[in-house]
Nanobody, 114 residues
């Protein structure tokens, strides 16, 4: 059974940085492509960024130039480097495959506030 566990969230001031991690275990290889998603209170979960099997990266316009997705295939772990954080980035962040079809992990809370 696939298990995804996110970590690295926390409270940060506007303009600060965080690096999120997502460790995948079970019968699943992150090589085939992974995404980060986020959900703010009262809102639908939204896609944030993806990395394909070929290493191609894409991100939602609101985070382009600030967030970078990467992976370590040997560790079966995906990362999200978040810079220049804004209050509107406050959310619970989740990882999943490119289609959001794996069992969701617990997520990691990111709070951007002064």
């Amino acid at each position: 059974q696939v298990q995804l566990v996110e970590s690295g969230g926390g409270l940060v001031q506007p303009g600060g940085s965080l690096r999120l991690s997502c460790a995948a275990s079970g019968e699943f290889d992150i090589y085939y492509g992974m995404s980060w998603y986020r959900q703010s209170p009262g809102k639908q979960r939204e896609w944030v960024a993806s990395i394909s099997s070929a290493g191609d990266r894409n991100a939602v316009d609101s985070v382009k130039g600030r967030f970078t997705i990467s992976r370590d295939n040997a560790k079966n772990t995906v990362y999200l480097q978040m810079n220049s954080l804004k209050p509107e980035d406050t959310a619970v962040y989740y990882c999943n495959n490119l289609y959001g079809t794996l069992p969701w992990g617990p997520g990691t809370q990111v709070t951007v506030s002064s």
